[in-house]
């Protein structure tokens, strides 16, 4: 009892919900494999539908879906253990027959930035301890580029006693394609000592994939484990495979060669293992599952129109070379993984407290997988999906809300992501003045834009957000010979906002859900900020007269920014959403960028008086991001939280940290929400990039303080 009191006490972030507690925080959904735009399974935990928590009795799904728990569509993922010969489930929903085996006792979940662990106990006699680990490696940009994910499970007894324990996993052919009736082949074979079963949608349709439920129609999916005598493998029917398991306790080493579609006799690729007896000893069996593309993307380079083949492909020269070498390197990902975590977690901790780690670490592995490391010859590139809000590919207004990780984590990520649209745009690709909203209406298909128009029209944010951007890598990297190679482009849509910035036509934002607005002032601000930002730049790479030019016109801006945008005589002062409506107001987030580039262009009351105004509208689960409803963004809060005083940033943190425990919300992280109730709000955005933003205040980290020039 004094025990149990003092985990409340000390850890007040523990729910105790269906007997498992929750560490750091209950989250909507739960990272399973979520390693690429196209593997994105998660465990819906929320109460829209979710299965509150518990790996057991539940399908995961392929976010951002059509999912488990609305229409259907799962990544089935199957597991049995059988202890002195009962058996149980710990993974999945799986019937077979109309045998459904029992769930296990799950007794927590833990989730840190790159694994998920579920802890288990299995009838008193042993606990499991199953580790979903999706490396996040950032400075090993090798590893990094491997689209995998590693399950590891170690059994033990825990009361004193040995017991005979065996094993089981499958996957399913749904892990192919959400469409059901789609045909689905598959293989099996034992390479580097590991035994894989590969799969893959039959009819390849090489650069097309779904939206909105951004699926390939191409690449090898491989499921493995090591190649032991105790292990024994199955592909078959879900039926025959899994009572193959329950009622014998090994599968017969066979293959199913009737290649059908996916719900025929839903083809399932399965493992087990006899562990024999287990005592107290941890006995762990690992597992990979690997999504292998040569080619990811399709894209209008300088040189044309050239496939882009998988930044792994540099390194290995087959997919099974890049499987063999993904299991056999556990213990390193592992390592290379917990240094990250330890890093992240310190960082968060010592930037805004445990709240903030538990909204950096729910982040960490969403932001990751939208977005596909590649090359042409010898150069690296980072493409990014936007994820369930069209599918854009290279979305200039989400890459400038998602940049903190990258920026934080390694710089050169940032340019891996500005060179796709810096060479289209430079080869004369688009005709427009202004700088291009996206690459592509559709990933993986970066053909950009060459006609000048059919994408969103938002000129202002997109060359501010480039602007910025640019200079924010060059910062950190210490590259000006990459602000000398764009110099050019980036004068051009500078020019741009001299003329458009102070008074914005009626136009989008990026919060284009909100509509279009005349003389937006945080789309202004961002303008202006960015033509004091291409006065560093020029600055930088030796250009004079353009730094005084442009610092002149970006204080002559900013003053008369200032007469139209703060709201004097409100109580308390604030600044106002457009200019012309003084009861209006907003998250002024792009002042973020005048923090992040260390210009010091914006006095440091209008920071002060913005701290003051927030904690007055604030709401049950966070601040609306305007006064058109009571909506917000969970990355803004995080871009506003981390240029706030300390007390400000503290609210805003954890709001949002509440919000995740909170949310009946049951999809990957969405980073729209109501603040009144945390439910959705208009549409759904789940599984996108922009939680990148929640390290806003990490990547304030090596910001300078004040630029050169002043
Ligand atoms: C579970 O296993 C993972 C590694 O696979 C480890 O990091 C974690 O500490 C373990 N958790 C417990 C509670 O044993
Ligand atoms: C300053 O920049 C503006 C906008 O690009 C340009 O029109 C103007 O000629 C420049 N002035 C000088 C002195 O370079
Ligand atoms: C935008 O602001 C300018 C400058 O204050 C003003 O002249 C103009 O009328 C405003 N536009 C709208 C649509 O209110």
């Given at each position: 009892m004094y025990i149990h009191l003092l985990v409340l006490t000390f850890c007040g972030l523990r729910n105790l919900v269906s007997g498992s507690t929750f560490s750091p925080a209950r989250p909507p959904a739960i990272p399973l494999a979520v390693k690429s735009p196209y593997m994105n399974t998660w465990l819906e935990v929320g109460n829209d539908g979710g299965s509150g928590g518990v790996l057991p009795g539940y399908w995961p799904g392929p976010q951002p879906g059509p999912v488990a728990g609305s229409n259907g569509a799962v990544t089935a993922w199957t597991g049995f253990i059988t202890v002195d010969g009962s058996s149980s489930t710990w993974m999945g929903a799986a019937n077979v027959n109309g045998v459904v085996p029992p769930s296990v006792t799950q007794t927590s979940l833990e989730y840190t930035s790159t694994r998920s662990t579920f802890i288990m106990n299995v009838a008193g006699k042993v606990s499991m301890n199953v580790t979903f680990l999706s490396p996040v490696?950032?400075?090993d940009i090798r590893r990094q580029s491997v689209t995998g994910s590693y399950l590891s499970v170690t059994v033990a007894a825990i009361d004193g006693g040995s017991h005979s324990v065996r094993l089981y996993v499958d996957t399913s052919a749904e892990w192919t394609s959400i469409h059901n009736s789609d045909t689905a082949q598959w293989s099996y074979s034992v390479d580097n000592g590991v035994a894989n079963h590969k799969y893959w949608r039959q009819t390849q349709s090489e650069f097309n994939a779904d939206y909105p439920d951004d699926a390939a129609h191409w690449g090898y999916w491989y499921w493995s484990t090591a190649a032991t005598s105790s292990m024994t493998y199955q592909s078959g029917s879900d039926v025959n495979v899994r009572g193959n398991f329950l009622n014998n306790g090994v599968l017969p080493n066979t293959q199913d060669t009737n290649y059908r579609p996916i719900s025929d006799n839903w083809p399932v690729f399965g493992f087990a293992n006899a562990l024999g007896n287990v005592g107290s000893s941890p006995v762990e069996t690992l597992y990979t599952i690997v999504h292998a593309q040569q080619n990811a993307i399709y894209f209008d380079s300088a040189n044309g129109d050239v496939g882009v083949p998988s930044l792994w492909t540099s390194y290995w020269n087959s997919d099974l070379d890049m499987v063999g070498f993904f299991y056999n390197d556990f213990r390193n990902m592992a390592s290379l993984s917990e240094a990250t975590d330890s890093q992240f977690a310190g960082d968060s901790i010592a930037a805004g407290g445990q709240d903030y780690l538990t909204i950096t670490s729910l982040s960490a592995r969403q932001a990751f997988a939208a977005v596909q490391l590649c090359r042409t010859d010898a150069k690296p590139y980072l493409f990014l999906k936007e994820i369930s809000?069209?599918?854009?590919?290279?979305?200039v207004d989400v890459l400038y809300p998602a940049m903190p990780i990258f920026l934080y984590s390694n710089p050169i990520l940032v340019k891996y992501l500005l060179d796709p649209l810096f060479e289209n745009q430079e080869a004369?690709?688009?005709?427009?003045?202004y700088a291009m909203h996206d690459l592509g209406a559709n990933y993986p298909r970066a053909i950009g834009h060459p006609s000048g128009d059919g994408a969103e029209y938002m000129p202002l944010e997109e060359c501010g957000n480039m602007i910025i951007t640019t200079l924010a890598y060059a910062q950190r990297a210490q590259d000006t010979g990459y602000l000398s190679q764009h110099y050019s482009i980036l004068k051009q849509w500078t020019s741009y906002l001299v003329q458009e910035a102070l008074v914005p036509e009626n136009q989008l934002s990026?919060?284009?859900?909100?509509g279009q607005l005349a003389n937006q002032t945080n789309l202004a601000l961002k303008g202006i900020i960015a033509i004091q930002a291409m006065s560093e730049i020029a600055s930088k790479t030796g250009n004079g007269a353009d730094a005084t030019n442009y610092s002149n016109i970006a204080h002559d801006y900013i003053g008369k920014w200032h007469e139209m945008a703060v709201v004097t005589d409100a109580n308390p002062p604030h600044t106002n959403l457009d200019y012309q409506d003084d009861s209006s107001h907003g998250l002024l987030y792009n002042l973020y960028a005048d923090r992040l580039l260390g210009l010091n262009l914006v006095p440091q009351a209008i920071y002060d008086m913005q701290s003051a105004f927030y904690p007055t509208v604030a709401e049950t689960y966070g601040v609306p991001l305007d006064t058109r409803n009571v909506f917000t963004k969970s990355d803004w809060q995080m871009w506003t939280a981390a240029i706030a005083s300390h007390s400000t940033k503290t609210i805003f943190i954890s709001l949002l940290a509440k919000w995740i425990n909170e949310t009946p919300t049951n999809r990957a992280f969405t980073d729209l929400y109501n603040t009144q109730t945390g439910d959705f709000a208009g549409g759904q955005f789940i599984a996108r990039p922009v939680v990148g933003g929640h390290f806003a205040l990490l990547a304030l980290n090596g910001a300078p303080t004040a630029a050169s020039g002043k």
């Open positions: 490696t950032p400075n809000t069209d599918g854009n590919i290279q979305t004369g690709k688009f005709p427009q003045a990026t919060d284009d859900f909100q």
